[in-house]
């Protein structure tokens, strides 16, 4: 019997989610894209990718308060939290179940749904 919180598969045993599909999708908050792009017009691209990253970064932050509040949140989105901020300086993500991805989108099905 285990007495700690991290299993050492693929789910998390107590609550059964998969820890490979629990993170945070920034693009799943309410965000104004097409307002952020018309202040982006005359700035190189270099400077809209470090604005847009420090917008993402921002609303990230916003989340640990609810995080670290005293009724707290599930701990799948605790673990989430604690993994994505150690990797939000990161400029790609590799996601190592490459093959079954390869093999879902030759059959035409989309592997992150």
């Not at 970064?57 to 609810?66: G, I, P, T, Y």
Request: glycine share 2%.
């Amino acid at each position: 019997m285990r007495s700690h919180q991290f299993s050492s598969g693929r789910y998390n045993s107590y609550d059964g989610k998969d820890w490979n599909r629990i993170f945070w999708d920034y693009e799943k908050e309410d965000v104004d894209i097409e307002a952020f792009a018309k202040t982006q017009i005359n700035l190189t691209k270099t400077e809209i990718k470090n604005n847009y990253r420090q917008q993402i970064l921002d609303s990230f932050h916003q989340q640990s308060e609810k995080i670290n509040s005293p009724s707290s949140v599930p701990f799948y989105k605790q673990y989430r939290y604690q993994l994505q901020l150690l990797c939000l300086d990161a400029d790609y993500l590799i996601d190592l179940r490459i093959k079954e991805i390869y093999e879902s989108l030759k059959r035409g099905d989309n592997p992150l749904e």
